[in-house]
C-alpha cells in the first residue's frame, strides 16, 4: 500500500528530535485497496463525515426490478378485474335482449298455429296462445316460451346488481326493492304458464301479480336508476307509460287490448336497462374506484 494513502505524513527530522505525524487534509485514495474500504477515514481532529445515502430504493437496483414486478403483477391483476367487471356489465344486457327474443319467438310459434283469428279486434289475451282447449296445437309453445322467460327475467334482476357500486345508500335500497318486484314478476309468470288458462282462477291470479310486480318495478326504477351526470328520459317515459298501462289493464280488466301494450313496454323496459348496464360508464365512475399503477423504470 503506498506510504501516505491514509492521509498520514511522516516527516523527517535531526537525530534525537522525537518524530510527530502531522495530520494533513485527506486527499483521494490513490490506491485500490484504499477506494475499496468503503467511506474515507478522517484525520486526527478532523470532523468525520457523514456517509448518507437517499431514501428510498436505488433506480435500476433489484429494489426497483422488485416493484416494477409488482406494478407489472399489479397491472394484470387490474386488467383481469377490469375483464371482470366489463363480463359482469354485459349480463344485464345479455339476459334483456334473451327475455325479448325468446318470449317473441315461442308468441310467434304458438300464433302460427292458433285455428282462430287471433288479433285485437278478436279482443284475444295473449294467454289464449297458451290455452289448450283454444289453440291445441301451439299451447305448448307459449307455455315453455313464458317459463323460459320466467327464469331468464330472474336472471336479469339479480344481475342488476352491478348497480350498487355506484349508487347511494337510498338507490340501492330502491334497487333492492326493484329487483324483489322484478323478481316476483318473473316467478308469477313461470307459474302462470303452469297454471294456464284453462284453469282459470289460478291463472287470473298469477297474472295479476305479473302486472303488480311490473308496476312496482316501473314506479321505482326511475329514482333507483338514476346517477349523477346520467338521466335516461327514455327510462322516464317507458316507466310512467308502462305503469300507466299496466294500471289501466287492471282497472279496466274487461279490456283485454290493454294488455297487448303493457306487455310490449315491459319488453322495452327490460331492453333499456340492459343498454344502460353498458352504457352506465359515461355516467362517470367514483374517484379511486379503478388504480392505475406507476411502473418505475430505471435511469439510463
Given amino acids: 500500500m503506498p506510504a501516505g494513502c491514509l492521509g498520514v505524513r511522516i516527516r523527517a527530522l535531526p537525530s534525537g528530535v522525537a518524530i510527530r505525524a502531522t495530520p494533513q487534509v485527506p486527499q483521494k485514495p490513490s490506491c485500490r485497496a484504499c477506494s475499496r474500504l468503503g467511506p474515507r477515514i478522517s484525520a486526527p481532529g478532523e470532523s468525520n463525515p457523514v456517509v448518507t445515502r437517499p431514501k428510498g430504493p436505488r433506480v435500476g437496483g433489484p429494489h426497483a426490478r422488485d416493484l416494477n414486478q409488482r406494478s407489472v403483477e399489479d397491472q394484470g391483476m387490474d386488467l383481469g378485474r377490469s375483464r371482470r367487471d366489463r363480463l359482469f356489465e354485459a ?15 315461442f308468441a310467434f310459434l304458438a300464433y302460427a298455429r292458433y285455428p282462430a283469428l287471433f288479433s285485437l279486434q278478436n279482443n284475444n289475451w295473449l294467454s289464449d ?20 322467460t320466467g327464469t331468464l327475467l330472474l336472471a336479469f334482476f339479480l344481475s342488476l346488481t352491478i348497480w350498487r357500486r355506484l349508487g347511494s345508500r337510498i338507490q340501492n335500497w330502491l334497487l333492492a326493492f326493484v329487483q324483489i318486484a322484478g323478481g316476483i314478476a318473473a316467478l308469477s309468470l313461470v307459474m302462470s304458464a303452469i297454471y294456464t288458462e284453462d284453469q282459470f282462477t289460478l291463472h287470473q291470479f298469477w297474472s295479476r301479480l305479473i302486472y303488480a310486480g311490473f308496476a312496482v ?18 327510462l322516464v317515459a317507458i316507466a310512467v307509460i308502462g305503469y300507466c298501462s299496466i294500471l289501466a289493464s287492471l282497472i279496466f280488466s274487461g279490456a283485454h287490448w290493454l294488455e297487448w301494450p303493457s306487455v310490449g313496454l315491459i319488453l322495452v323496459f327490460v331492453c333499456l336497462l340492459g343498454w ?25
Fill in 91 to 105: 349480463l344485464p344486457a345479455c339476459f334483456g335482449a334473451a327475455v325479448a327474443v325468446v318470449y317473441l319467438l
Fill in 129 to 148: 296462445l297458451g290455452n289448450r282447449d283454444l289453440n291445441p296445437g301451439g299451447a305448448d309453445f307459449y307455455v315453455w316460451g313464458c317459463i323460459a
Fill in 217 to 234: 318495478a316501473l314506479f321505482v326504477a326511475p329514482f333507483a336508476f338514476r346517477r349523477r351526470g346520467y338521466r335516461s328520459i327514455a
Fill in 276 to 300: 344502460m348496464s353498458v352504457s352506465r360508464s359515461s355516467a362517470g365512475l367514483p374517484e379511486g374506484e379503478t388504480r392505475r399503477p406507476q411502473v418505475l423504470r430505471p435511469s439510463p
